[in-house]
């Protein structure tokens, strides 16, 4: 007797809905396709108007929605150009650069020739985008690590759509994935919030060079401020790893700290080199003197992820001896230092990507800080409460990724 063929079916479902699921080419699921193209930048005619012209860096990352759009058009542009006018509720896909973003847009549009477009859908939209987006990003893993930096429009149009008959089983499956897509960018937004609030109280509760106090106090704090030189708050680091007390090679990030290297490059750092390297522990600072977008000079960061590690002796490294090590952690996430740095550093400070700085110029910088050990230990704790904060937050946001993502294989096949 021959086997009876599997219905074609998700592993979860929504109650009440039973039948099989129906496979079609993406080309069939649109009664129009649109290509896109760019004005030439020379006619001044084509821009600066107020018909919306979209780019791939418009669009976000792992989501259907939250297009901004940059760049704006005129009509004679889209009279006379290669530009196209795409009607409202169109999906727009990333065919080039950025392949794997797809976005379900609201208004009427144009995009760069970057883009597939698909219009007068005939089934659900937004079920289509999710399940489009969804084939995509496989799309786009598959083609990392190769010369391949995009796919043609014919490819994309000859892919394949799983989708229910029952038009009401479609809303059911994508009212949840914009529900969850909304408490995503709900908790991003509070993630934001909070992080800009930080940086709003690091700017209030510190002070630079030019002042004696904080603009935000503590009650029943009200001395001045002292200045400090480094050197007399803290010990240079110069012991080596000489007999290879650690195989962790660290380096800076501004972004993250101190982080282990292998993982951060994706490459390896032979045994024999980090025999020469500088030996941290846990709680000791580095200073990096390389500067990139958003830190024109560098970033000091404080070992915390690791009981031990080794740096290249390029970085400068120190010990807190007579200071708070939580009140100088985020002393030095705040901008206050920039000015002693710029002060110290030599004519033609940026050489091959780093700050011209000796280590002896480095530890003569001053620094504003409390004279009472208390206040250190409050501002630290308060900052300590915000790290926390913001920490839960970004936890909150990966495990609803992390929900999104096992939705988007359940409910799709």
């Given at each position: 007797m021959d086997k009876k063929p599997e219905k074609m079916v998700p592993e979860v479902r929504f109650?009440?809905?039973t039948d099989d699921w129906e496979?079609?080419?993406l080309s069939s699921i649109a009664h129009q396709t649109f290509g896109g193209g760019t004005p030439s930048k020379s006619n001044k005619q084509f821009w600066n108007g107020d018909f919306p012209w979209i780019q791939s860096s418009d669009l976000a990352e792992d989501t259907i929605r939250g297009v901004h759009p940059n760049k704006f058009i005129t009509q004679n542009a889209l009279l006379i150009s290669a530009a196209?006018?795409?009607p409202k509720n169109s999906i727009a896909i990333v065919s080039r650069v950025g392949v794997g973003k797809v976005a379900l847009i609201p208004f009427n549009?144009?995009?760069?020739?970057?883009?597939?477009?698909?219009?007068?859908?005939?089934?659900?939209?937004?079920?289509?985008?999710?399940?489009?987006?969804?084939?995509m990003k496989k799309t786009a893993s598959q083609l990392q690590g190769t010369s391949i930096k995009g796919i043609t429009k014919k490819d994309i149009l000859n892919k394949t759509i799983i989708f229910p008959i029952s038009e009401k089983e479609q809303v059911h499956i994508s009212s949840l994935l914009k529900y969850v897509d909304y408490i995503i960018s709900l908790q991003q937004r509070k993630l934001e919030q909070l992080k800009q609030l930080k940086k709003a109280m690091l700017q209030q509760l510190f002070v630079d060079k030019n002042s004696k106090q904080p603009n935000l106090r503590f009650?029943?704090?009200n001395s001045d401020w002292k200045q400090r030189k480094l050197k007399n708050i803290s010990k240079r680091i110069l012991r080596k790893n000489s007999d290879l007390q650690s195989l962790l090679p660290l380096t800076i990030s501004a972004q993250d700290g101190l982080v282990d290297q292998t993982l951060y490059f994706n490459k390896q750092v032979a045994s024999k080199q980090l025999k020469n390297y500088l030996l941290l522990y846990n709680g000791d600072f580095a200073y990096n003197k390389s500067y990139s977008v958003g830190y024109p000079y560098g970033a000091i960061k404080r070992l915390d992820k690791y009981k031990q590690g080794v740096l290249s002796t390029l970085y400068i490294a120190f010990k807190p001896t007579n200071i708070n090590s939580d009140f100088l952690q985020h002393y030095y996430d705040t901008d206050k230092w920039y000015r002693e740095i710029y002060r110290n550093a030599a004519e033609g400070a940026r050489n091959h990507g780093l700050l011209n700085i000796s280590a002896n110029d480095f530890f003569n910088s001053k620094l504003v800080t409390p004279s009472d050990n208390e206040e250190q230990l409050k501002i630290a704790k308060i900052i300590n409460l915000f790290n926390h904060l913001i920490t839960l937050r970004q936890d909150n946001l990966t495990q609803l990724t992390t929900l999104k993502k096992y939705l988007l294989q359940k409910l799709f096949i």
């Open positions: 109650k009440g809905f496979q079609r080419k196209k006018k795409i549009y144009s995009t760069s020739q970057d883009f597939l477009s698909l219009s007068g859908l005939k089934i659900n939209s937004q079920f289509a985008t999710y399940s489009i987006h969804k084939i009650k029943n704090f």
